[in-house]
């Protein structure tokens, strides 16, 4: 059974940085497109940054709201994912989730439990 675990959440003030991590699990092929998705109270949940397949480039896309201050990357070890957030804004407090699949699909069918991040004045 496929499963994606994130940690690293937490409570940081405004300017201040934290990094997400996720890890898959249940599967012994490398994920496809992997992604980081969030949901604040009372939203839809929004694609963050997602990264292709390492054998389409790895290349990432970011929304325009974290674009210069998210950095999506793949782990060293399979199915492992980051996501670096610096230059934390009130409107970043979200639930953060990991995302995962084989092929092109985005969003993937696999997703974590989510881990909270709140930013605070």
């Known amino acids: 059974q496929v499963q994606l675990v994130e940690s690293g959440g937490g409570l940081v003030q405004a300017g201040g940085s934290l990094k997400l991590s996720c890890v898959g699990s249940g599967t012994i092929r490398r994920f496809d497109a992997m992604g980081w998705y969030r949901q604040a109270p009372g939203k839809e949940r929004e694609l963050v940054a997602v990264?292709?397949?390492?054998?389409?480039?790895?290349?990432?896309h970011y929304a325009d709201s974290v674009k210069g201050r998210f950095t999506i990357s793949r782990g060293n070890a399979m199915n492992t994912l980051y996501l670096q957030m610096n230059s934390l804004k009130l409107e970043d407090t979200a639930v953060y989730y990991c995302?995962?699949?084989?092929?092109?699909?985005?969003?993937?069918?696999?997703w974590g439990q989510g881990t909270q991040v709140t930013v605070s004045s």
């Open positions: 995302n995962a699949d084989w092929g092109s699909r985005i969003p993937g069918r696999y």
């Open positions: 990264i292709t397949a390492i054998t389409s480039g790895g290349t990432t």
